[in-house]
């Protein structure tokens, strides 16, 4: 029989798989697209995704990156990382690597949808497919998290983000954040003659038109559009738990509170590796509390961002006091590591 049969071949999933192909678990994926799969992502990997990757034995190209610097106006702050530096890595290459790195372990890729999930006191059939574990890796809006009703009730809430490429010379080896009255944009070297631009806001509004917002760097990217936009959200996901049964979530399926630190690629890979070491010491109850403990430190820093960021009169002084504080603004970006 399977041990583990994995809802979704994104990042988290196929880091799963990774996993327990590491540690002598059999390992299937289901997924309906074919490789590699694009999606609506800043592509920014912190060190510590970075990090992560390797321990898969996954090296993908993309641009270094030494730190995250704040931008609006003539206002800036920055901040390196501290001994080990992040990339930027367009989605589609990070997915491609995850996914021949699976193939290489003996990962078996199955097509299709989940679809409707059973469970057994040993076993849980999906797919058409047995296993005695199943990880949900299906995405922000996961399929398998709704229809074992893990979603916390009340209506969709939370930030949109868009993405686009442009074909022009990297002129940072940052993350740069451009902060506005409606939200932010961030810029992200990907490769050595393209960048990725996310913006992120409340407003549900075209691309075009939110990055008006922006018109320094606007006017950096005139004339230079190399992909479509892409879309995700809402981004926030409210989850009452990440275990049922012999089902566990990871990733962006296991709860999701916005994009605006980064930390998107580094978390999925850390729950997925967290929810596998649970499976392999026969702990699977153990992986809320490890998810809790994972994502903690996350948590607090996003959602102290978005309180300041959601209020006109502390919004604008974000960047200011950061330029300011410069030893504060330092110690949050290192926390990202």
């Known amino acids: 029989m399977i041990d583990v049969l994995v809802a979704g071949g994104g990042p988290a999933g196929l880091a799963a798989a990774i996993h327990a192909a590491l540690v002598g678990l059999e390992a299937v994926v289901v997924e309906p697209r074919t490789a590699p799969v694009d999606k609506a992502c800043g592509e ?12 898969l034995g996954v090296e993908a190209t993309g641009r270094e990156l030494r730190g995250i610097r704040y931008v609006e106006g003539t206002t800036r702050a920055q901040a390196s990382f501290r001994g080990r530096s992040g990339r930027g ?5 990070l997915h491609s690597a995850l996914h021949q790195r699976a193939l290489s372990l003996g990962v078996r890729m199955l097509p299709g949808k989940v679809g409707e999930v059973h469970q057994s006191a040993d076993t849980v059939t999906a797919a058409g497919t047995t296993a005695r574990w199943l990880i949900a890796a299906d995405g922000l809006h996961s399929p398998v998290r709704r229809s074992l009703g ?3 009730p009340g209506r969709p809430d939370g930030r949109y983000g868009l993405r686009r490429h442009y074909r022009v010379e990297p002129w940072t080896d940052f993350v740069e954040v451009h902060w506005a009255r409606h939200g932010e944009a961030y810029v992200t070297p990907v490769d050595d003659d393209l960048v990725g631009v996310a913006v992120l806001s409340r407003n549900r ?3 075009d038109e939110h990055l008006a917002g922006f018109p320094t760097l606007t006017a950096s990217l005139r004339g230079s559009v190399a992909t479509e936009v892409r879309g995700a959200g809402p981004l926030r996901q409210r989850v009452r738990r990440r275990t049922a049964g012999r089902v566990l979530l990871v990733g962006d399926a296991a709860g999701y509170l916005d994009a605006l630190t980064g930390e998107g690629i580094a978390l999925a890979l850390a729950t997925a590796g967290a929810a596998v070491r649970c499976l392999a010491a026969g ?7 490890a998810w809790v403990r994972l994502t903690r430190r996350h948590r607090l820093l996003t959602g102290a961002l978005l309180a300041a960021s959601g209020r006109p009169s502390t919004a604008r002084l974000i960047v200011p006091a950061a330029s300011r504080m410069p030893s504060v603004f330092s110690a949050a970006v290192h926390a990202l590591q």
Do not use: N, S
């Open 44 to 55: 920014g990997v912190m060190p510590g995704g970075v990090a992560a990757l390797r321990t």
């Open 89 to 93: 890595i367009r989605r589609t290459t």
């Open 150 to 152: 893990l979603d916390m």
């Open 205 to 207: 509004r075209g691309y």
């Open 283 to 289: 702990r699977p109850d153990a992986y809320e509390r």
